[in-house]
Antibody, heavy 117, light 106 residues
Framework: QVQLQESGPGLVKPSETLSLTCTVS????????WSWIRQPPGKGLEWIGY???????NYSPSLKSRVTISVDTSKNQFSLKLTSVTAADTALYYC???????????WGQGTLVTVSS | IQLTQSPSSLSASVGDRVTITCRAS??????LAWYQQKPGKAPKLLIY???TLQTGVPSRFSGSGSGTDFTLTVSSLQPEDFATYYC?????????FGGGTKVEIK
């Protein structure tokens, strides 16, 4: 059974960089696509972007200038960096496995990141 | 592409038949997924390719549609089905979600 677990700071200061890591267990990261999705408190889901095992990425245009998703196949992990954060980036951040033409079929439990000084 | 879900919320009773609509601003073939999210939990994939039930999802859930208009139907609502439902288009980037439909107990 594939499991995903997000990790990283729960509090980030405005203008700094949000960094999260997702550790994949129960399966190899060396296939499928791996995505980040966020959900501001009380609001809907926002797709951030994804990466495949070879490092090919695709990002949401609204975040593209600030987002980097990377993969470390040796650790079975992938990561999210979001620069120049503001309060609007406060959200529950999920990592997921994305299967082509199916969607996000495995999700982490989510990690809350608050942007505040 | 924009995805518009309707209604944004609804109240229903156990045993009711419930239908949720997702409309795309342009044709997306059958590249649509539906998710269920319960409070405090991660979303769960219910249906992909507009009408294919994900493994383990009860058969009271069904999906239909293609092009721009899609529906998620719960044939007989159960207590565990009270949740928020989201559609997501997988046709092109960005892979946006609909705004969600909250299904509440009447």
């Amino acid at each position: 059974q594939v499991q995903l677990q997000e990790s990283g700071p729960g509090l980030v200061k405005p203008s700094e960089t949000l960094s999260l890591t997702c550790t994949v267990s129960g399966g190899s990261i060396s296939s499928y696509y791996w995505s980040w999705i966020r959900q501001p408190p009380g609001k809907g889901l926002e797709w951030i972007g994804y990466i495949n095992y070879s490092g090919s990425t695709n990002y949401s245009p609204s975040l593209k200038s600030r987002v980097t998703i990377s993969v470390d196949t040796s650790k079975n992990q992938f990561s999210l960096k979001l620069t120049s954060v503001t309060a609007a980036d406060t959200a529950l951040y999920y990592c997921t496995r994305h299967t082509w033409n199916i969607g996000s079929d495995y999700w982490g439990q989510g990690t809350l990141v608050t942007v505040s000084s | 592409i924009q995805l518009t879900q309707s209604p944004s919320s609804l109240s229903a009773s156990v045993g009711d038949r419930v239908t949720i609509t997702c409309r795309a601003s342009q044709g997306i073939s059958s590249s649509l997924a539906w998710y269920q999210q319960k409070p405090g939990k991660a979303p769960k994939l219910l249906i992909y390719a507009a009408s294919t039930l994900q493994t383990g999802v009860p058969s009271r859930f069904s999906g239909s549609g293609s092009g721009t208009d899609f529906t998620l139907t719960v044939s007989s609502l159960q207590p565990e089905d009270f949740a928020t439902y989201y559609c997501q288009q997988l046709y092109n980037y960005p892979l946006i979600f609909g705004g969600g439909t909250k299904v509440e107990i009447k």
